[in-house]
């Protein structure tokens, strides 16, 4: 009767230990399922715009899809719609990242044709390096925050026209336009003067 007990009591002891377990693998798997569905229709979706040539709305859905469920062979659609939408930085950013994620995956004719298509996209892309005195300002790119002086590379910047901006707490605000072509390289340098210090308010009349 005690070894009964016994059992009875370790079977008791297992389910009270693997139960939360159990669960919290059946709940983590669900998300997976659920994940899964859900970026096949955002892929689908995906496909669907860029067959109409609505290539922004393409775009995002595509990263929407790669977002809940990171397929290596999502990013060459995002490469593919990236290049239509004369993205060439962000296209070249994600073949490059198919490439690499998909390594010997992906048959020898598609990686030769990926590779052609990345020499073609970086032939729209200028680079551009930036310094600020003093150094730390925060840097805007067409009203995107790109970071903080000093960069360790230049800034890769799609062919067009740009906006600048270096800004820094306590001194003035500087703003430059420029022209990017295909592969050339632009340096800029700005200046961010200290703001006046205010005047002291007047001292009372005795």
Known sequence: ASSMKTVAMVAILFT?????????????????VD?????????????AAFADRRFAEAADEFDQAYKLSPAFKLLYNIGLVNAALGRSVEAVDAFEKYLKQGASAI??????????????????VGTVSIRTFPEAAEIRVDGSLAGKTP?????????????????????????????VSGKSEIAIEMTLDANAAPAPPPSPAP
């Open 16 to 32: 009270f230990l693997i139960g939360p377990a159990w669960a919290a693998s059946h709940r983590a798997l669900a998300a997976d």
């Open 35 to 47: 994940a899964k569905a859900a970026a096949r229709e955002h892929f689908q979706n995906g496909l």
């Open 107 to 124: 048959p020898p004719e598609r990686r030769r044709e990926v590779g052609e298509e990345i020499e073609k996209q970086r032939g729209r």
């Open 151 to 179: 960069f360790a590379k230049p800034m890769p910047l799609n062919v067009g026209r740009h906006t600048i901006e270096a800004s820094l707490d306590g001194h003035s605000t500087q703003t430059r336009e420029i022209d």
